[in-house]
């Protein structure tokens, strides 16, 4: 009996898929930078599927890649070459399991989109503040896998910060049982954190207890055009002054991202007059009603715009005013798969250090690059700066490889001089363990591996992401 | 050479004291519940000391006891009775290392005290939000890693939420350099949440990393006489309803505890014009200049009382009204203390459950502890009520223990039907070992377990604080 045939007395039928057009979806990332190979597809629907697959896993010694709506950017969902592996898919566990006003909080499976979590607590008068460009496709589970971040984080922090509890499946399929609305629990050790962006390779997250927040019920939304990022850090100080913890998002990007926006999304305008140098992408809210926030806004912009810290600002008069301007900054990614050669980068470093950062970045694409362009796109609230460097078109796709690793050798040498992230919300996937290995204190690797044996000790769960095989 | 004179060749003298009288305090805990032995007390100046002590304590098979202020109350920082351990005091890193205004962030050494930091934060117009009944002694190390709470949470959550970094010493003595300023970071795992309420028992936190906020700069302050707490917890829900985030805390009393804080600690005064079955403390906060804050909190206890949810409200109109209204609340620790044999309890429930928690509390000790009297005091903003079974003073001394374990069996049986969690806030220490033995899943146990040999294969670092010795 193979080890598929072990598993179908396991499952049922629907639940493993062989197909190689059936799966074909599933062995590349939605990029297409990656692709692998798998001898099967599961797609269980319930836990004790998952935890019926991982304890043949385990008697098998079979690879498993869990995957959830497949929008990482990492290559962590994606399978290696060897066709040893399954991609173990959660998309079939997809109910809300409870939602409790009272408590402020939401309990989902794994393969719940992410946009039917945000609409389920905006029907129950809440707000689910994670939200981000793949916000359509991408899965709950897989959000918290990645421990994602997004354009909320400078107020409501990354998924950790919303998490409260969560059911997760060991490598051996004992489920760990932890799902809890509790705000407060020091119970022994945080397991839930460690599994919390361990991006598939200590346990398979199944369902979890998030956070839920009072739905602003005021909000106010403007796009702002400026000289330089540090005109935007001080615009970002005003607003502070004045709009206090109000403040949910505050988004950077250069002209040269907005332009790619611009030609390569349909749907896209520019709510300026004229182009600038640099944009800001500002939305605040405010739980209270009557709350006076988009006269803060308005007074805040116009100081600014007084003193020269801003050129220009288009303030949203309508909801369909503020979804274009946040269209124009969630279509970035969209763009940019369609801009043609780029390589790019989510390094994060200390706030104050983003324009002295962009700069360095800037002098060692001229002096290395010469002919890219170099682009910016991000949280600067939150110090985390894409770092997008635009090939030319004539780029021989045989050299993008070599010019890739080049480029990323440069970016991850200044971040680490400005005591950055090499990777502040992407993960570290299958494209970066190398890079860890080389830019982590190999004390704290050590630990990292030690934990690694701890949780999974056969060595099954999505072997060859987060730490490199040895 | 004894094991005492290696160590003198690696330390300072003063870093090491053996004399009785200066190591008394540091071998019993405040509450003067748990008491033991040592053979000296390190009281290192800096990371390289600390590093040098869990290198000769590897090399001895030493076990440690990490301390702080020494305020835990679960005798976490208090040695066994074998007099094989030595105390490790962080008393002397007590510097304050960066604050970055620009990234709200502060970086300090595990032995600052809390109010210290508190008031750094506000000297640079921040607030570091977390507020505890000790935070005149205790210190950052200890709170980070017991990840303390307080009464805050609701608005700003626990010690995990303020993190950013974390300098800390492995058991071998290799210092992690983890201090970072970023609010992203996904580079690799989160081995920090790890240590954070690990309670010493996995590594020995030397400095951290923390988040700072927008300083409230309207504020605004109340006392509630309520009937039950159900009223409470409808009188949070109108509150969220108008005041939204702004909600800093809102913690319930019952009048047995005010009762007590009245009788027991000087200086207390009840703000009302008469005594009330139960009592709520509501602090409203806003970073924004011309907040409203004030009157939304007046208005809405208003409509609270025309509702009858309420009976009676002081509201401050001063900060030294503030200042005693918030005395009422955190001189309950002093109060207990004082007040003669108390069995007191830390669970957590879910917020709408607190109410049926508190009911269920109560007929189990009408029924199995009729001459205690049950009250109840604590954060029903984020579910975690204090059960305190006050018991006859004239109870006998060696029958304490004895009553305490059984009422523990009984609170933790109604806490583990409700979902709850036996220890909300003051970690597992030495007091909860058994119970945790008892009430987690044994799989998580045992990632616990494996999770501690990964770190501390000797196992030196506070051996049966958390994990029971087997």
Redesign the interface.
Same mark, same amino acid.
């Given at each position: 009996m193979s080890s598929l045939d072990a598993l179908r007395t396991l499952l049922d039928p629907s639940a493993i898929v062989t197909d190689p057009e059936a799966m074909a979806p599933h062995l590349t990332d939605w990029r297409g930078k990656h692709r692998g190979e798998a001898f099967a597809l599961l797609r269980p629907r319930s836990v004790e599927e998952v935890s019926a697959i991982l304890r043949w896993a385990s008697a098998t010694r079979t690879p498993i890649v869990p995957q959830g709506g497949n929008t990482g950017l990492s290559g962590g969902a994606t399978p290696d070459a060897s066709g040893d592996a399954v991609v173990l898919s959660l998309t079939r566990l997809n109910r809300i399991r409870a939602i409790?006003i009272?408590?402020?909080?939401l309990t989902a499976e794994a393969g719940c989109i992410l946009a039917d979590i945000q609409q389920a607590a905006a029907a129950n008068d809440r707000l689910f503040p994670l939200s981000l460009g793949s916000e359509g496709s991408c899965q709950i589970g897989g959000v918290v896998a990645?421990?994602a971040?997004g354009i909320n984080?400078?107020r409501y922090?990354?998924v950790?910060?919303l998490v409260l509890g969560l059911e997760y499946v060991?490598a051996d399929g004992?489920?760990?049982?932890?799902l809890?609305? &509790?705000?407060?629990?020091?119970?022994?050790?945080?397991?839930q954190?460690?599994v919390?962006?361990?991006e598939g390779t &200590?346990a398979v997250v199944t369902a979890a207890t998030f956070r839920l927040?009072?739905r602003p019920?005021v909000g106010a939304t403007a796009l702002c055009g400026l000289d330089s990022p540090s005109a935007a &850090?001080k615009l970002l100080?005003m607003l502070?002054q004045?709009?206090?913890?109000?403040i949910s998002s505050f988004e950077l990007m250069c002209d040269g991202e907005m332009g790619l926006t611009l030609d390569f999304v349909p749907g896209t305008i520019l709510p300026l007059e004229r182009r600038h140098a640099w944009y800001v992408f500002i939305e605040l809210g405010?739980?209270?009603?009557n709350?006076p926030i988009g006269e803060?806004l308005t007074e805040t912009l116009a100081s600014a715009l007084e003193q020269d810290v801003l050129q220009d600002a288009a303030i949203a008069q309508s909801e369909a005013q503020a979804r274009a301007i946040w269209h124009l900054r969630f279509a970035v990614a969209e763009a940019n798969r369609r801009a043609g050669p780029i390589v790019s980068h989510n390094t994060?470093?200390?706030?104050?250090d983003v324009p002295a950062f962009i700069s360095a970045i800037e002098a060692m694409a001229a002096e290395h690059l010469p002919n890219a362009r170099t682009l910016f796109v991000g949280?600067v609230g939150?110090?985390?700066i894409h770092v997008v460097l635009r090939l030319p078109k004539e780029t021989p796709a045989e050299q993008l490889a070599d010019i890739g690793h080049a480029v990323n050798a440069q970016v991850f040498a200044i971040t680490r001089d400005f005591?950055?992230?090499?990777?502040?919300?992407?993960?570290?996937g299958r494209n970066?363990t190398g890079t &860890?290995t080389l830019?982590?204190?190999p004390?704290?690797?050590a630990?990292?591996r030690?934990?690694?044996?701890?949780?999974d000790p056969l060595g099954i769960l999505n072997p060859g992401a987060?730490?490199a095989k040895r």
């Amino acid at each position: 009996m193979s080890s598929l045939d072990a598993l179908r007395t396991l499952l049922d039928p629907s639940a493993i898929v062989t197909d190689p057009e059936a799966m074909a979806p599933h062995l590349t990332d939605w990029r297409g930078k990656h692709r692998g190979e798998a001898f099967a597809l599961l797609r269980p629907r319930s836990v004790e599927e998952v935890s019926a697959i991982l304890r043949w896993a385990s008697a098998t010694r079979t690879p498993i890649v869990p995957q959830g709506g497949n929008t990482g950017l990492s290559g962590g969902a994606t399978p290696d070459a060897s066709g040893d592996a399954v991609v173990l898919s959660l998309t079939r566990l997809n109910r809300i399991r409870a939602i409790d006003i009272e408590g402020d909080t939401l309990t989902a499976e794994a393969g719940c989109i992410l946009a039917d979590i945000q609409q389920a607590a905006a029907a129950n008068d809440r707000l689910f503040p994670l939200s981000l460009g793949s916000e359509g496709s991408c899965q709950i589970g897989g959000v918290v896998a990645t421990n994602a971040g997004g354009i909320n984080v400078i107020r409501y922090g990354t998924v950790r910060d919303l998490v409260l509890g969560l059911e997760y499946v060991r490598a051996d399929g004992a489920v760990i049982h932890g799902l809890k609305p &509790l705000r407060k629990d020091n119970a022994g050790y945080a397991l839930q954190e460690l599994v919390i962006g361990s991006e598939g390779t &200590l346990a398979v997250v199944t369902a979890a207890t998030f956070r839920l927040f009072p739905r602003p019920r005021v909000g106010a939304t403007a796009l702002c055009g400026l000289d330089s990022p540090s005109a935007a &850090l001080k615009l970002l100080s005003m607003l502070k002054q004045f709009a206090g913890e109000r403040i949910s998002s505050f988004e950077l990007m250069c002209d040269g991202e907005m332009g790619l926006t611009l030609d390569f999304v349909p749907g896209t305008i520019l709510p300026l007059e004229r182009r600038h140098a640099w944009y800001v992408f500002i939305e605040l809210g405010d739980g209270a009603p009557n709350s006076p926030i988009g006269e803060v806004l308005t007074e805040t912009l116009a100081s600014a715009l007084e003193q020269d810290v801003l050129q220009d600002a288009a303030i949203a008069q309508s909801e369909a005013q503020a979804r274009a301007i946040w269209h124009l900054r969630f279509a970035v990614a969209e763009a940019n798969r369609r801009a043609g050669p780029i390589v790019s980068h989510n390094t994060s470093v200390a706030v104050a250090d983003v324009p002295a950062f962009i700069s360095a970045i800037e002098a060692m694409a001229a002096e290395h690059l010469p002919n890219a362009r170099t682009l910016f796109v991000g949280h600067v609230g939150d110090g985390n700066i894409h770092v997008v460097l635009r090939l030319p078109k004539e780029t021989p796709a045989e050299q993008l490889a070599d010019i890739g690793h080049a480029v990323n050798a440069q970016v991850f040498a200044i971040t680490r001089d400005f005591g950055g992230s090499i990777t502040a919300e992407h993960g570290i996937g299958r494209n970066l363990t190398g890079t &860890l290995t080389l830019h982590a204190q190999p004390e704290a690797l050590a630990l990292m591996r030690a934990v690694k044996q701890a949780f999974d000790p056969l060595g099954i769960l999505n072997p060859g992401a987060v730490l490199a095989k040895r």
